[in-house]
């Protein structure tokens, strides 16, 4: 027997979202069943309901940023009991024995890991479908607890937004006494500033745009640098230990390059795909700088960072939607028109 669940779904890559009956399998013993009630809006969604990365299979249902209320439990499951909330992010499986998956670094599971969606389980070999819909089934090793007290909407794009922007943050050592720049001020970007913030480093915001100096400021920005002044640029040159560049598209990262201090690292979290134009070595060579990329982050990771954004009152900007108004919100993404996530009402669904 499966549950009956309604959802969004694309069915191609040129068609909107739109109403979608499935099954969502029983829970097996240690799986989780979930009620979702927020799910935030990344671009990856977007991204891959419309077939940007080529890997999509269709019907894809969306929503990787998943907050709910447990429902049920399967007979093994420890850690969740009806009525606690739970977190969903990007991955709920992987082969759990390879060297990255025994190092809590699930996201680089050498077999690959289980994404949300538009994968297929591990074990019944059925798809996998997001959190635009009524209720999620995972194994509760890969579910995430929401800390007592925590505002559930703006909690749910920490799940992606959030862990995604923590995990290069720590990986770097980003502390007291860092200074940490980043580029693209949307969904990642804007956790990018506040996590930079709280952890106590010196933050900068490179912009295209004057008009975010207040909002950047506001994020946890101490510094805002305007990408298209050379003057500005130049003012700092061999400034930062880490660039977290969000940006979706490609995009010239030259003019970052000597502004990384001596080993400064530019991380890549936003682009999947090549860069353009080609990337002069030199500034890397004459400085030991680096360019990187990271994923997501793990389980064990990812719980960390929502104890810590608790623990520091620190939540993303959303702007909440329903579940209908989705074709709309991806193109007021597509123009950079949200401050800084949206994320579905889910009781919307059954409205
Ligand atoms: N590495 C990962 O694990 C991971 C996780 C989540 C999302 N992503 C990817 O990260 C990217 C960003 O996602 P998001 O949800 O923050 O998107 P978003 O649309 O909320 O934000 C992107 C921002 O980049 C800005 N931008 C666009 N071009 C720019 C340029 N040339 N210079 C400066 N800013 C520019 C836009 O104005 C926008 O504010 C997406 O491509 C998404 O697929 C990667
Ligand atoms: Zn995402």
Redesign the pocket.
Known sequence: MTMKVLGYAAQSAQTPLAPFQFARRDPRPDDVVIEVLYCGV???DL?QARNDWGISQYPLIPGHEVIGRVTAVGDNVTKFKPGDYAGVGCIVDSCRECQPCRRGLEQYCEEGPVQTYNDTDRHDHMPTYGGYSQSIVSSEDFVLKVPAGMDLKGAAPLL??GI?TWSPLRHWQVGKGSKVAV???????HMALKLAAALGAEVTLFT?SPDKEADARRLGAHHIVL?TDDEQLASVTGQFDLIID????E?DINPYMPTLTLDGTLVF????GNINPMLNTVSMIMGRRSVAG???GGIAETQEMLDFCAEHGIAADVEMIKMQEINQAYER?LK?D?KYRFVIDMVSLQA
Do not use: D, E, K, Q
């Open positions: 990344c671009h990856s991204h992606c937004a995604t580029v693209g001020l949307g969904g990642l970007g295209r990408s969000t940006v979706p598209y995009h979290v936003g682009l999947l990271s994923a997501i993404m950079s949200v």
